[in-house]
């Protein structure tokens, strides 16, 4: 199957131009898993809960959602896109997936990383694998990345690949989207946005370097920290089903679960 990443460079608050941005880049593709960057169509420094009321979308009858879904059908695409959510009057930071037959998944950012904690709610949704046209998806949203234990819980239900929309900021986090693959023996996806976004007194740049990584830490595709660019490659999604490392090593197998419980809940030492 054909996958790939979107990086774009988002204008802040302009949904539309953002929308048409992608759905002219992506009118010469088809037959393939897209991901896009994490908040594409709105940008991403919000100065007041205010401000992102007035971007947020409700994903059944949004906007965005409406447009993502045509192109999907269009072009036969499925599509994994950032996008600010708003339902029950909260906002989240959410990654929706629309497949090219019209299904529609949420996923709402589970980590919210700095100040997104001053205007979203975390999500507290299950993680969940969306089989797609027989390929099993799983979706983290940017600073979920430093979460391993999310990216296992997916895997661990079958995720052959991770879609990992981001606006990533710190300098590691493409490097250790390649560690999730390894340990995880799974295809993963990194969408991030180029460019900076100064609003008030904060100001950020974002990373850029898109990446598609298979299950042994080889990156198949990669952009550069400043352009806009589209890449898709030919993937197997079932080699991230072998999950042996030596003939005598089975990441899955060789887990010691009892150990681990107690330390992967609640306390910590610090
Ligand atoms: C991030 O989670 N957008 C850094």
Redo the contacts with the bound molecule.
Sequence with gaps: MKVGFLQLRPKFGDVKENVKEAASILKNVSDATIVLP?LFNTG?LFRTVDELSALAEPVATGYTVAEMKKIARKRKLNLIFGMAEKQNKKIY?SAVLVTSKGKVFSYQ?T????R?KLFFQPGSNAFAVHTVDGCKIGII????WIFPEITRILALKGAQIICHP?????PY?QDAMRTRSIENRVFTITANRIGAEKRGNVSLTFTGKSQVVNPKGDVLASASERSISLKIVEIDPNEANDKTITPNNDIFEDRKTSLYGALLSKTHAR
Excluded: Q, R, S, W
């Design positions: 994490e991403y930071n950012k980590h919210l990383f700095d997104e949203i940017c600073f979920d981001a606006n990533l900021v710190l986090g």
